[in-house]
Structures are given as structure tokens and as C-alpha cells.
């Protein structure tokens, strides 16, 4: 059993083997990049991301009677995104119309599905500026999805950063 802070490789593996021994579940089939229409529905809706403070065990949660979805504070920008994905991933595929499995493969699902749209720049993107979610560069992933915030390439000589501008070349 694989859970969901498990590796992308380990959990990729596990959901692959759950896609071939059961191949009939009706999510498999559902499966797709959300849109901006996907997204500006939910905003319309009057959901909102929040960041959750105080000592809180989970990552992230949805509150349905606030219409909120809640993150971790503390998480790194990473796993805040990977987060806010998973709880995304939640309310597109809502467990009582597509979980036909035990919670933790259900879980283990929802959380590939997240983390997959996390890896796709221009899916990223669309969801992090959707719901005013703050952006940093922090991998290829992000250095693709926000290119406006890439910094120059430095240069590392006689231990000192020099910026490789080109009217600075020798």
C-alpha cells in the first residue's frame, strides 16, 4: 500500500497497478486537465483558498459550509501546490460518484491526479492565478508556468555572482 506522500515514482506505480487490475472503475475514464471553465465554475460558486494557521494536522481541506479550500500555512510552496491540486481533484471527482475502491486507494488516486496537473506548467498556472494563489519559482515545473519571475542565469567566478549581460561579455 502506497500513501499519499509517497514518491511520485512509488505512487505513479501504485495507481498504474490499480488502473490495470480494475480497470472498470468509472474514474479512470473521467480523468482530464481541468479548464478554465472548470475553475471559473468553482469561483463562481463562491469557493475561495485559504491558507489554515495553528497547529493543524492536515495539508489541505475543503470546507463546504464555508466554500473554502484550506492549506497548510507552514507547507513549502510545493506542497502547497500539490495541495490545493489534490483539493481541486477532490472537487472535480467527488467521492460519491466516482470512488469504487477503499479510502486509501481512493485517496492515492485523487492524490496522482493532483500532483500530475502540478507537473503540467500551463495547468498550474491556470489554477494558481484562478483562485490569487502568491507564485514562486522554485523548479522547472514553476520556471515554465511563471517565466516572468525566472531570474538571470548568474555566473559564479572568483567567488563572487557576476550577471552574464550581454554588454558586460568580454
Not at 493543524?56 to 466554500?67: E, Q, R, Y
Not at 486509501?104 to 488516486?109: A, L, N, Q, R, V
Amino acid at each position: 500500500m502506497v500513501c499519499s506522500d509517497a514518491s511520485w515514482f512509488d505512487l505513479h506505480r501504485y495507481v498504474t497497478s490499480l488502473r490495470e487490475h480494475f480497470p472498470e472503475r468509472r474514474i479512470w475514464s473521467a480523468i482530464r486537465d481541468p479548464d478554465q471553465s472548470d475553475l471559473d465554475r468553482i469561483v463562481l460558486e463562491g469557493w475561495k483558498v485559504w491558507p489554515k494557521r495553528g497547529s493543524w494536522t492536515l495539508g489541505g481541506a475543503l470546507d463546504l459550509n464555508k466554500k473554502k479550500i484550506y492549506y497548510k500555512e507552514t507547507l513549502s510552496y510545493k506542497n502547497r501546490d500539490i495541495t490545493l491540486c489534490h483539493e481541486l481533484a477532490h472537487m472535480l471527482y467527488p467521492t460519491e460518484k466516482y470512488r469504487e475502491c477503499a479510502e486509501e486507494d481512493w485517496e492515492c488516486t485523487i492524490e496522482w491526479i493532483g500532483r500530475g496537473w502540478r507537473r503540467k506548467a500551463s495547468v498550474l498556472r491556470m489554477i494558481l492565478q484562478t483562485f490569487h494563489v502568491p507564485t514562486k519559482v522554485y523548479d522547472s515545473v514553476t520556471r515554465k508556468a511563471f517565466p516572468e519571475q525566472r531570474r538571470p542565469r548568474v555566473h559564479h567566478e572568483y567567488g563572487y555572482e557576476q550577471l552574464l549581460l550581454p554588454c558586460l561579455r568580454e
